[in-house]
Antibody, heavy 120, light 107 residues
Framework: EVQLVESGGGLVQPGGSLRLSCAASGLTVRSNFMSWVRQAPGKGLEWVSLIYSGGSTFYADSVKGRFTISRDNSKNTVYLQMNSLRAEDTAVYYC??????????????WGQGTLVTVSS | DIQMTQSPSSVSASVGDRVTITCQASQGITTWLAWYQQKPGKAPKLLIYAASSLQSGVPARFSGSGSGTDFTLTISSLQPEDFATYYCQQANSFPLTFGGGTTVEIK
């Protein structure tokens, strides 16, 4: 059974940093495409970032230059390093597996989410 | 960027009703489209991929159709557990984008 467990969320001041973790079981992160998707309170879904199995990374324009996706194969964990945080980054952040085999980039497994609140 | 426009933003329906949600892409995406269901406080759940393929374990009352720029999600006979918010997502190109969501409410 695939499980994705996010952690690392919390309250941070504007301009601050936070690192989110997504610990995977039932799948190997180095062999999969993994993404972060966020949802601001009461709003819709927004794709944030993706890392390919080969290591290539992609970002939404809203986070490019501020967020970095990475993975630790030994820990089977994906990370999202978030710097220069803004109030508009406040959201629940979900880790998701990108099921490329279905055609295109879409998400078949999701974690439960971790809440990031950017506020002074 | 490809914009995804869903309609309606909300719909009130009764158990047993047929419900149709539409999603329009700002440019052609062939059939690179997915549909998700999300219940309050929960992660989204994949329902449909490649515009019309049913994800394993999803009831057959859910179906998807369309190609190019116009897509539809249909629930043939609404069940109590189907009251939720539904999102489309284009899987064609970066940045990946979602529709604004359609909330299916109890009438």
């Amino acid at each position: 059974e695939v499980q994705l467990v996010e952690s690392g969320g919390g309250l941070v001041q504007p301009g601050g940093s936070l690192r989110l973790s997504c610990a995977a079981s039932g799948l190997t992160v180095r062999s999969n495409f993994m993404s972060w998707v966020r949802q601001a309170p009461g709003k819709g879904l927004e794709w944030v970032s993706l890392i390919y199995s080969g290591g290539s990374t992609f970002y939404a324009d809203s986070v490019k230059g501020r967020f970095t996706i990475s993975r630790d194969n030994s820990k089977n964990t994906v990370y999202l390093q978030m710097n220069s945080l803004r109030a508009e980054d406040t959201a629940v952040y979900y880790c998701a597996r990108d099921q490329r085999d279905y055609g295109g980039n879409l998400f078949d497994y999701w974690g439960q989410g971790t809440l990031v609140t950017v506020s002074s | 960027d490809i914009q995804m426009t869903q309609s309606p933003s909300s719909v009130s329906a009764s158990v047993g009703d047929r419900v149709t949600i539409t999603c329009q892409a700002s440019q052609g995406i062939t059939t690179w489209l997915a549909w998700y269901q999300q219940k309050p406080g929960k992660a989204p759940k994949l329902l449909i991929y490649a515009a019309s393929s049913l994800q394993s374990g999803v009831p057959a009352r859910f179906s998807g159709s369309g190609s190019g720029t116009d897509f539809t999600l249909t629930i043939s006979s609404l069940q109590p557990e189907d009251f939720a918010t539904y999102y489309c997502q284009q899987a064609n190109s970066f940045p990946l984008t979602f529709g604004g969501g359609t909330t299916v409410e109890i009438k």
